[in-house]
């Protein structure tokens, strides 16, 4: 068991809780800058989109788990992001310029959405956000002359300091491209919450009334949670194009919406760690279904086999199972591990009981 003693403000808001915690995050991204030499280039394609969809749970994560906003339309942002960073690609801009302005064209656009929504809370805003997840699809189709229509576009290739950053030409290079962008996105997401800013968010979260009577302003605050999460979400959906590499209207639908919803709370909602779990699960799923259906294929020889709506159907039933058995997903069963073995034999069943956080004025809302 390990007891830190903190004497100051600076000890407790520090990156690394101690010394032994950095020890074995240094020794975790050492492991994952030797991936391209331990993993084929298949297996290392697979890790890339795991971390892409790890990019896209953290900004999920910023808005829903730390600023306590439900959303289901983080669709619309993925697909802002992706077609904003290629059709600027295609116009000769290069990455290191497309993707940042992605990113930013995305959290404008979460601004813009979060305005309306500033008084809505819980199933109300849930609500809106999935109307803009379903309306994405149609306004992507709408504007045919700029984003193709139904054919869709085809990412462009990636070059930058003379090398290509290519999925299947270049894996190694792209899987370090996402490496990259993945630390630089924890980094910010770990500074912003021991900033006052991310304070703010919490508070929000735990009771905006009181939040409000602390001088925190609401408006200002869920705005600014929103341009983040869209923001991160936008950097998200800039890669996942040049990770398809060509995509349409349906690469970004409500299914989407779901997992991203599925990682978060899988995961462990309002943890860093969570949505990483979260999207280990989300990139797990598919891809041992596709290897059981070629295995009871050969076994049957009957070839592979195909269930319409499987995937979805397991994503659902896996959701349900959480939020009814582990409220705060893999994470929180892995602190209970971990704190009953801290505190044993003075661990207690009922130290994690959720208790009611709101106030009686909230309880309508």
Known sequence: M?????????????????????FWYALLLALMLAMPLLISSFLLGEVSGILIWSIAGLGLMVLTGQAGQASLGHTAFLAMGCYANTILMMKGVPFFISFPVAGLLAGLFGVIVAIPTLKLHGIYLAIFTLALAVLIEDIIVLSEPLTGGVTGLTSQTIKMFGLSFDRYANPNAFYYLVLATTLL????????????????????RDSEISAQAMGVNIASTKAMAFFISCF??????????????????????LVIAIQLLLMIVVGGLGSIHGAFFGAIVVGAIPLGLSFLRDYIGKLSGAGSIAIPGLESGIFGLILIGFILFEPMGIYGRWLKIRTYFELFPFY??????????????????
Do not use: C, W
């Not at 980094?187 to 912003?192: G, H, Q």
């Not at 991160?232 to 639908?253: D, M, P, R, V």
């Open 185 to 204: 996105v924890v980094l910010f997401y770990r500074n912003m919450l021991r900033s006052p800013l991310g304070r703010s968010f919490a508070a929000i």
């Open 232 to 253: 991160i979400t936008g950097l998200a959906g800039a890669l996942i194009g040049q990770f398809s590499g060509a995509f349409n209207h349906e690469t970004f639908n």
């Open 348 to 365: 207690r069943r009922d130290m994690f009981r959720r208790n009611r956080s709101y106030l009686k004025t909230e309880r309508m809302r």
């Open 2 to 22: 390990r007891n830190v003693f903190k004497t100051s403000y600076d000890a407790d808001i520090r990156l690394f809780k101690h010394g032994a915690q950095a």
